[in-house]
């Protein structure tokens, strides 16, 4: 199973340089409209959303959650938020069970 990141530039290419496949996006809409063919798609297994891009749909994210429980749908800070320090590596590790 695949791993999706989907987000700005810097969010998604810092994933990439890590084997990851990204999308990214510009805007709410443009990331609902790609998560939604994302979830259909029966070789991904986790879709990463940036925080910044994904408040603003959380209704539509947790629709999508209840109809199709995989691939999980997990969100994830992005670069430069206003939470403390973010180690991608650690995050992605504790959400696989790695």
């Known amino acids: 199973m695949r791993i999706v990141?989907?987000?700005?530039?810097?969010?998604?290419?810092?994933?990439?340089l890590a084997g990851m496949?990204?999308?990214?996006?510009?805007?709410?809409?443009?990331a609902i409209t790609h998560i939604k063919r994302?979830?259909?798609?029966k070789d991904n297994g986790l879709i990463l959303i940036s925080d910044d891009i994904s408040k603003s749909m959380r209704k539509e994210l947790a629709?999508?959650?209840?109809k199709k429980p995989v691939p999980l749908i997990f969100e994830l800070p992005s670069p430069g938020s206003k939470k403390e320090s973010v180690?991608?590596?650690?995050l992605l590790k504790q959400i696989l069970g790695v």
């Open 87 to 90: 180690d991608y590596r650690a």
């Open 63 to 66: 629709e999508l959650r209840t």
């Open 38 to 41: 994302l979830v259909n798609d």
């Open 5 to 16: 990141v989907v987000g700005s530039r810097v969010f998604v290419t810092s994933f990439q």
């Open 21 to 30: 496949q990204g999308v990214i996006v510009e805007s709410p809409m443009d």
